[in-house]
């Protein structure tokens, strides 16, 4: 057979399969467009259970929907099986329903599953991940737990080797410590001069009066491996603890060690981190998304922390800061009283005001704060055997802070500073008490999982935002809108079948 031959024999077969198609495709939008659920209806008092036909009949007329019932749940609540053969936003169903006299509430049926929960031998004593006044980790892992692309800094002591702490998702850090003597000699206690590039924690214990006249002594905090055991340490592993982030990377940068730190070294190391570039220091290849500060000292922002957070909030990148432990007002603490930072408040096990916390109205958000399991070592003041210890202090809400915020951008990575900061406090849980109030703690306590079904429900960055959320079923199409499109589709189809037949 030539070409001309197949060419000149198309005859009406194509037409009618198209057809058939058209017509499966119709049939197939009109089932998508049917939408289907279940609801659990407690009734109000003086109805009678298991409700009457004539009932659901009505109910379902008034909100366009078909209820058949499923069974008795008992305590005078029905489940429900509802149709619509239309879209049909489900949470406006509910609200309708809730909104009728003979109903008392109308709730979802949802299937559930088990909340992951680590096999980490000390995991029962880490409540503030899944306590009533934890942030609610388990719940939120079932939804996400991280990612690999997630880079968050920490600036503190630095970092040790753990038994519990990755060394893979640990990323060449530098070191920004410079202890200046008063002669102007330029050290720092690892035995190297000034800054350099190793990030590890030799240990910052002095003997008293080192600091100062009356200053006393002081073993080794390993207080940035502690902050670190917190946001990172290696989940399900059946040993020691849990992190609240699986995944995310650990850009560590020690800024602190004897005697403190230079507010001018702290300045230069958030540069770096952010990926911003420091007078002869190589560039930072790993910038970070997130900068945790489990710092402050006592003093208002000033002008040069707040133009160099300023450049690093450009920049897209998260700051996290505790707010203090001296039990005053977070305003006479920096970094925490800084413009554009998160500032991170201390909760106790009961969901109260830690006793030591900072609040005031700089304060963003609340988290565990008190005896709160973490890495830790055994050394007095040279690095020993790895530990574990409890710590209190708003630098170990911090970091529980940031781990949330690094689940956040593992979950949409695309959002903005402003989006990540608005969920974060949206799905933030009330104050269980008048220890705190949103004008002193924040917008309440952290919830993990909350935050996280709060970014899912912002529209995209680029949407435009005006509208809201548009909820999928909003967005299927009629079947009707279908129907017009096979009629157009099955003329062209017909067109060109009169066309073959010319030829």
């Given at each position: 057979?030539?070409?001309?031959?197949?060419?000149?024999?198309?005859?009406?077969?194509?037409?009618?399969?198209?057809?058939?198609?058209?017509?499966?495709?119709?049939?197939?939008?009109?089932?998508?467009?049917?939408?289907?659920?279940?609801?659990?209806?407690?009734?109000?008092?003086?109805?009678?259970?298991?409700?009457?036909?004539?009932?659901?009949?009505?109910?379902?007329?008034?909100?366009?929907?078909?209820?058949?019932?499923?069974?008795?749940?008992?305590?005078?609540?029905?489940?429900?099986?509802?149709?619509?053969?239309?879209?049909?936003?489900?949470?406006?169903?509910?609200?309708?329903?809730?909104?009728?006299?003979?109903?008392?509430?109308?709730?979802?049926?949802?299937?559930?599953?088990?909340?992951?929960?680590?096999?980490?031998?000390?995991?029962?004593?880490?409540?503030?991940?899944?306590?009533?006044?934890?942030?609610?980790?388990?719940?939120?892992?079932?939804?996400?737990?991280?990612?690999?692309?997630?880079?968050?800094?920490?600036?503190?002591?630095?970092?040790?080797?753990?038994?519990?702490?990755?060394?893979?998702?640990?990323?060449?850090?530098?070191?920004?410590?410079?202890?200046?003597?008063?002669?102007?000699?330029?050290?720092?206690?690892?035995?190297?001069?000034?800054?350099?590039?190793?990030?590890?924690?030799?240990?910052?214990?002095?003997?008293?009066?080192?600091?100062?006249?009356?200053?006393?002594?002081?073993?080794?905090?390993?207080?940035?491996?502690?902050?670190?055991?917190?946001?990172?340490?290696?989940?399900?592993?059946?040993?020691?603890?849990?992190?609240?982030?699986?995944?995310?990377?650990?850009?560590?940068?020690?800024?602190?060690?004897?005697?403190?730190?230079?507010?001018?070294?702290?300045?230069?190391?958030?540069?770096?981190?952010?990926?911003?570039?420091?007078?002869?220091?190589?560039?930072?290849?790993?910038?970070?998304?997130?900068?945790?500060?489990?710092?402050?000292?006592?003093?208002?922002?000033?002008?040069?922390?707040?133009?160099?957070?300023?450049?690093?909030?450009?920049?897209?990148?998260?700051?996290?800061?505790?707010?203090?432990?001296?039990?005053?007002?977070?305003?006479?603490?920096?970094p925490a009283s800084c413009n554009g930072v998160i500032t991170v408040a201390a909760s106790d096990r009961a969901g109260a005001r830690a006793a030591f916390s900072d609040v005031g109205a700089a304060v963003d958000i609340t988290a565990?704060?008190?005896?709160?399991?973490?890495?830790?070592?055994?050394?007095?003041?040279?690095?020993?055997?790895?530990?574990?210890?409890?710590?209190?202090?708003?630098?170990?809400?911090?970091?529980?802070?940031?781990?949330?915020?690094?689940?956040?951008?593992?979950?949409?990575?695309?959002?903005?500073?402003?989006?990540?900061?608005?969920?974060?406090?949206?799905?933030?849980?009330?104050?269980?008490?008048?220890?705190?109030n949103t004008s002193i703690c924040g917008a309440g306590l952290l919830d993990a999982e909350g935050a996280i079904l709060a970014l899912r429900a912002l529209p995209p960055p680029d949407s435009g935002g005006g509208g809201g959320c548009?909820?999928?079923?909003?967005?299927?199409?009629?079947?009707?809108?279908?129907?017009?499109?096979?009629?157009?589709?099955?003329?062209?189809?017909?067109?060109?079948?009169?066309?073959?037949?010319?030829?």
């Open positions: 057979m030539t070409d001309l031959e197949m060419t000149a024999r198309p005859g009406p077969w194509p037409g009618r399969v198209l057809l058939c198609f058209l017509l499966l495709t119709v049939f197939a939008s009109s089932a998508w467009a049917q939408q289907q659920g279940r609801v659990m209806v407690v009734w109000a008092a003086g109805v009678s259970t298991p409700p009457s036909a004539e009932l659901l009949a009505e109910l379902g007329a008034v909100n366009g929907v078909a209820f058949t019932p499923v069974r008795e749940l008992g305590g005078g609540i029905t489940l429900l099986a509802w149709r619509a053969d239309t879209a049909l936003d489900s949470a406006l169903l509910l609200a309708r329903l809730q909104e009728d006299p003979r109903v008392e509430a109308a709730q979802a049926d949802a299937r559930r599953s088990l909340q992951f929960v680590p096999n980490d031998t000390d995991y029962a004593d880490q409540w503030h991940l899944f306590e009533a006044a934890g942030i609610r980790a388990p719940a939120a892992w079932d939804l996400q737990r991280g990612s690999a692309a997630v880079v968050v800094a920490v600036l503190d002591t630095g970092i040790l080797p753990h038994e519990d702490i990755d060394p893979a998702r640990i990323l060449p850090g530098y070191d920004f410590y410079d202890l200046t003597d008063a002669l102007g000699n330029s050290h720092d206690n690892d035995g190297e001069p000034g800054w350099d590039d190793d990030p590890i924690d030799p240990g910052d214990a002095v003997l008293a009066g080192e600091c100062g006249p009356g200053k006393p002594a002081e073993n080794s905090s390993w207080h940035g491996l502690a902050v670190s055991g917190v946001f990172m340490a290696t989940t399900d592993n059946a040993l020691g603890i849990a992190g609240v982030d699986h995944r995310a990377r650990l850009l560590p940068i020690r800024v602190f060690g004897k005697c403190g730190a230079w507010s001018s070294d702290i300045f230069v190391a958030l540069r770096w981190a952010a990926g911003l570039a420091v007078s002869g220091v190589p560039a930072n290849p790993n910038p970070a998304r997130i900068i945790n500060l489990s710092l402050s000292y006592e003093a208002a922002c000033g002008v040069a922390e707040q133009r160099i957070i300023d450049e690093i909030l450009a920049r897209g990148v998260l700051i996290v800061a505790a707010g203090g432990n001296d039990g005053g007002d977070v305003a006479n603490v920096s565990p704060g008190v005896s709160i399991l973490t890495t830790y070592n055994l050394g007095a003041t040279d690095p020993a055997a790895d530990w574990y210890a409890f710590a209190s202090g708003t630098s170990f809400s911090t970091p529980q802070v940031s781990a949330v915020l690094a689940l956040l951008r593992a979950d949409r990575p695309e959002a903005t500073v402003s989006q990540l900061r608005q969920a974060l406090q949206a799905g933030a849980r009330p104050f269980p008490d008048s220890s705190c548009v909820q999928a079923a909003e967005s299927r199409p009629e079947a009707l809108w279908w129907l017009g499109l096979a009629w157009v589709l099955y003329r062209l189809a017909r067109r060109n079948d009169c066309a073959g037949r010319r030829v």
